[in-house]
């Protein structure tokens, strides 16, 4: 038996490693699960947040379409009287020699005043301008409806996701505890 070795007994130092190694693991499990924990609040508060600035949007992109179809009516109607005003203007085109004349005693009274004649043609082109540009706007508009109901509809489809699915059940090595 003198030429055997004794073999020490490690039991308590391999005991001992065990025993930190599980409370390191604890430890990161301990703080993976809180993490976890406050990334799903966040995500749960921002994903609320999210919802309310679709409520918003919505609200907004219904307010603007009611915007659009005003400043249609309002651009269509202008176009209307404009037409009528020139329609009005060319029947009245027939007594031109009454006109002329009627003109001439304006510019007299008026002392060589433009006359009202030629300010209510410079006016209907005036109104035309402005309807124009009422069509321009409405179509701009209308551009910006559009790309604002896209981004509503991501922003809906986008809360259709659950967050982060699998997050509730923490750390592997909390279910051996």
Not at 76 to 81: A, C, E, K, Q, R
Not at 158 to 171: D, H, K, M, S, V
Request: with cysteine.
């Amino acid at each position: 038996m003198a030429g055997q070795m004794q073999v020490p007994d490690h039991t308590p130092k391999v005991n001992a490693f065990r025993s930190y190694c599980m409370q390191v693991v604890d430890q990161l499990c301990t703080e993976f699960e809180r993490e976890v924990s406050q990334m799903t609040q966040d995500i749960v508060r921002y994903r609320g947040e999210l919802a309310r600035c679709a409520d918003l949007l919505a609200y907004q992109l219904g307010k603007e379409k009611q915007y659009h179809n005003m400043l249609e009516n309002i651009a269509g109607n202008s176009s209307t009287l404009v037409g009528k005003a020139a329609e009005v203007g060319q029947k009245h085109s027939a007594n031109e020699n009454v006109k002329m004349q009627m003109h001439q005693m304006l510019e007299q009274m008026f002392e060589g005043g433009k006359g009202v004649y030629a300010e209510g043609f410079g006016t209907l082109d005036e109104h035309r301008q402005i309807a124009e540009t009422h069509l321009q706007t409405s179509a701009e508009l209308q551009n910006q409806s559009i790309a604002i109901q896209k981004e509503l509809d991501n922003i809906l489809q986008a809360l259709q996701i659950p967050p982060a699915p699998g997050w509730e059940q923490g750390c592997p090595t909390a279910k051996r505890r």
